[in-house]
């Protein structure tokens, strides 16, 4: 797997042709990653200060501070946002002329088995897949990590117990996710492959429609056709209810998160207060 894991990103690598472009993506998303910690800590101050202690005097001298944070926050978001789409379209293309030029050398006889619909979807859907899960490896991957680390340091430096309790629940949610994760994969590729049949059966079809007329075989046809679509819809059923249950289960966390969050808010306050 890690050698997969290798190859898939030496790969993706030799096919950006600039590759100071992910410096610049991951540079500015980790600008506007910092310039939402800062927002979030001046509001809590300013909720802190102006709400609770009533001192209105600090969103008066923090004001100065945060329309320009803001400003700058949103020049930033229209850069990253303008860059990111001219460099991913670019990689997406090359991605796809050497995806493109690689299937027209395969061996004839899997060309014939592949098909055209099947080629026209790893063709657009699976190098976009593949452009998608890399530039989140190299951009949002990091980024990500090097702000749950900020966020937890502030946290910690706030509530070492709200801390812990946040970092527990984060933990138990990665476990779900991980725990679906192969489900829900191969619920998706089944969708995917019944998909390629029926739409290939559909082609295949009205190709021969003037013998299926001559023979009157559009009854056969059609109980054929609804038998196949039959088992499209179980499959379709199943990735339906697979995604709903894991979206249940992650809001419910979620709920009991909140109200655990509320709950013991006000005692570490009140704890504080205290001591």
Known sequence: MINSFRTFIKFMLNKTTKKRELVVLMFLMMLMSLFSLLTATLSKNIVNNVFISLDITFLYSTIIIIIPLYLFNSVVSILYTYLNAK??????????????????????NYLCRLGPNDAFYRLFQ????????FYSIMITMPVSVFSVCAISFVLFRWSS??????LFF?????SITLLFRRPVRKSFSSLRTKEQDIATD?????????????????????KEFKQKYSVLNEVVKKNSVLTSL?????SLLNQFWLLGLIFLEPNYQALNSSQ
């Open 87 to 108: 460099f991913y379209t670019r990689f997406s293309n090359n991605v796809k002329l050497d995806f493109f030029d690689r299937l027209q050398r395969a061996p004839y």
């Open 246 to 250: 894991y979206s249940t289960i992650i």
């Open 170 to 174: 984060t933990i138990v949610q990665i």
């Open 161 to 166: 117990v709200l801390t812990a309790y946040i």
């Open 202 to 222: 559909i082609g295949t079809h009205f190709q021969i429609i003037d013998s299926i007329k001559i023979f009157g075989l559009e009854d056969y046809s059609c």
């Open 126 to 133: 699976d190098t976009s897949v593949m452009t998608g899960y």
